[in-house]
């Protein structure tokens, strides 16, 4: 059986894992909704809720990882107990898996024909609403 490959460094691994879990709404949907609800006081409940819920799961996710050296399918069969249904999980990782997927070519497509528009010109000489417009264009 072939091994699978390893990070080659701490830092590769610590900058691949941020950027998995900054991922694009953060990116683009954070500084819009950190400025509608209330600057401060929306990321400080913000960062509260991600030390709750997203320290566990994350741990958690390192902890399979480390300790089964596989896929999310394959990391079920492997740790849980016999005779108990938790491979019946590994599916909602894979469909998960594959929405995020779909979400991010889908936003990949759109980044890459706002740059070429933007290269071509297309939007010199445009205001904001009309850009929105060509967004709303683009969609149907």
């Known amino acids: 059986m072939k091994e699978r490959e390893r990070f080659s460094s701490r830092l590769g691994f610590v900058l691949i894992s941020a950027g998995c ?6 990116v683009w949907r954070f ?3 950190v400025g509608q609800y ?3 006081a929306f990321v400080v409940i913000y ?4 030390l709750i819920m997203g320290l566990p799961i994350m741990s958690m996710e390192f902890a399979v990882g480390r300790a089964s050296r596989k896929s999310i399918t394959m990391s079920f069969q492997v ?3 016999k005779g108990t249904k938790w491979h019946w999980y590994s599916w909602f990782g894979m469909a998960g898996n594959y929405l995020l997927m779909m979400f991010y070519t ?9 740059f070429f528009r933007m290269a071509t010109g297309a939007f010199e000489d445009m205001n904001t609403a009309q ?3 060509a967004f709303t264009a683009m969609q149907t």
Do not use: H, K, Q
């Open 47 to 50: 960062v509260i809720f991600l």
């Open 131 to 133: 850009v929105s417009e």
């Open 79 to 81: 740790l849980e107990p």
């Open 38 to 40: 209330g600057g401060a």
């Open 106 to 114: 889908t936003i990949a497509g759109w980044l890459m024909l706002y």
């Open 21 to 26: 879990a900054i991922g694009l709404g953060n």
């Open 31 to 33: 500084p819009y909704i």
